[in-house]
């Protein structure tokens, strides 16, 4: 079953892909485009934005106050990783065992910075689903080897970050 947290970083994921490989792009533009909004150049209302976020769930979860969370989720993902980059570009860097960040794949690159980001940051998520999240981005965005990849890295950093 898709939940509404797996969307909301699925859209995370793809508006940091674009701000990334177009850094011009606002997050509402980016989040625009994610929503397949055609124009952005239209100053979209918050209602709106939340009315294409809708569309997007499925039809068990189709509420104004999921797609609102959900939107709200999404923007604090895309704040979050992008506040603390330079730092969770360090803790990934720690934990890449004779490679460095610019030999990384930009998709995998991502989805490193998003789950780092929940690990590090957001207290309230239980690791394992975070993990778990990450390694279905990279099998959904990526390919199978590059989701065992993901979890090697994020379970350094967890193991680094919970002391043990």
Partial sequence: M??????TRERAFQ???MMDVLPALTEDQALMQVLNVQN???NIEETNLVALYKELLPEELRTTQIAVDSLDYVRKLIQGVKEHQATLDDQINQHLNKRTLSRVELANIIILRLAAYELI???????????DEAIELAKL???????????????????????A
């Fill in 2 to 7: 898709t939940t509404a947290r797996r969307i």
């Fill in 15 to 17: 508006a940091l892909y």
């Fill in 40 to 42: 952005n150049n239209v």
């Fill in 121 to 131: 940051y957001e207290d309230e998520l239980a690791p394992s689903i975070v993990m």
């Fill in 141 to 163: 965005f990526n390919d199978e080897p590059s989701s065992k990849f993901i979890n090697g890295i994020l379970q350094s950093i967890l193991n680094e970050n919970s002391g």
